[in-house]
């Protein structure tokens, strides 16, 4: 399964969209589907359209037509789907719409019609020529369906279905897909979501570059500015400051990992010493001036501080208790980890 395979039919928001898509087309519905920063994988998404249909018995062609340089939605599809005889029996008064609508021998009627290159220009024109067309018939009549991919964001339609990938589609999906990717590595569960973490951070959005990094795998942290640098340039990706770009991605990730461990690790130091640091309560912090009096209170940087001193800890657990330490103050101070320090941080 390719990634965009995967996104469209493995990720769950993606795939809601196009089952979305699918439901308004079974009943005979035409859509509009708004994607202003662009459609991930246009093609797997065509194609996953075009499968379903066929698979559910519609023997509907399912054609595609790009409409970029089209100067005239109705003329242009008065052109596709009207043969020379039929062409002849047009009024001047009539509207390429009206025409093809009451035509019996028009093909159109019988297709679903997927129209890419629709944009901010040309948007209104394609879905008032689309509901022209459609408000000609009656609902039980057998008409062309058309798929209309919008690379901006279209008005309310009566006759066309709205909708809108980012209605759908968050920061969310792109790292459940970055996870999905990396999720049969043979690498420790913690390393596989630093992974996915860093390849969703770097994408801003560019799905198809946040599968890419995430293809990379372990290399992608291992030599993280070398790789990158070939991705982006791989995927036609512009950029400026490369480490500046990597090393906030890098932190951003780690943070997400790192500050869960922390308190996780804070809760288990507190339970077992609880008795020892009690002993040591009040505890004043110097910094801020605060009297503590609960070990529940007590930071990371706290119990290092009075483990240190009273040196009541198992020498395990102060090691790792310094790790710990260091790791939330780097973290805190917008650090990168080397790595060879952060797979310590991750081992549970």
């Known amino acids: 399964m390719t990634t965009g395979e995967l996104w469209w039919n493995r990720i769950t928001n993606p795939n ?26 246009a093609d797997v998404f065509k194609d996953t359209l075009e499968n379903a249909l066929s698979h559910h018995g519609d023997e509907r062609t399912f054609d595609v037509h790009d409409a970029s340089k089209v100067r005239s939605a109705g003329k242009f599809l008065y052109e596709k789907y009207c043969g020379p005889n ?5 009024w001047a008064s009539e509207s390429y719409e009206s025409f093809m609508a009451k035509n019996k021998n028009t093909v159109l009627n019988t297709k679903y019609v997927c129209i890419e290159g629709i944009n901010t220009q040309n948007a209104a024109e394609w879905l ?13 009549d057998e008409h062309g369906i058309f798929v209309l ?17 980012t209605d759908y589609i968050s ?17 420790p569960a913690k390393e596989k979501q630093y992974i996915a973490e860093f390849a969703s951070a770097l994408s801003a959005g560019n799905y198809e570059l946040a599968g890419c990094l995430a293809e990379r795998g372990v290399h992608l942290i291992e030599d993280p500015y070398k790789t990158v640098q070939e991705v982006f340039m791989e995927q036609k990706v512009s950029y ?4 500046k770009l990597v090393d906030s991605a890098l932190w951003e990730a780690q943070t997400k990992l790192v500050f869960p461990i922390v308190e996780a690790y804070r809760k288990y130091f507190s339970e077992k010493y609880r008795n020892d640091l009690l002993v040591h309560l009040p505890f004043k912090d110097n910094v801020t001036g605060q009297l503590i009096t609960s070990v529940n209170e007590l930071e990371i940087g706290h119990l290092f501080f009075i483990s240190e001193k009273y040196k009541f800890a198992d020498k395990a657990d102060f090691d790792r208790l310094f790790i710990i330490k260091a790791a939330r103050n780097d973290s805190s101070h917008w650090n990168v980890i080397e790595l060879k320090r952060f ?3 991750i081992v549970q």
Request: charged letters at 25%.
């Open 343 to 345: 797979r310590e941080i």
């Open 240 to 243: 400026t400051e490369l480490t």
């Open 171 to 187: 920061e969310y999906d792109c790292l459940m897909l970055c996870l999905t990717i990396v999720s049969e590595m043979r690498r």
């Open 128 to 140: 008032a020529s689309a509901e022209e067309y459609l408000g000609c018939f009656d609902e039980e």
């Open 16 to 41: 809601r969209l196009v089952s979305d898509i699918l439901d308004c087309l079974y009943l005979g519905r035409s859509v509009i589907v708004d994607f202003p920063d662009g459609l991930p994988w």
């Open 149 to 165: 991919l919008n690379n901006g964001t279209s008005s309310a339609s009566q006759l066309v279905t709205r909708f809108s990938y």
């Open 86 to 90: 039929e062409k002849n029996k047009i």
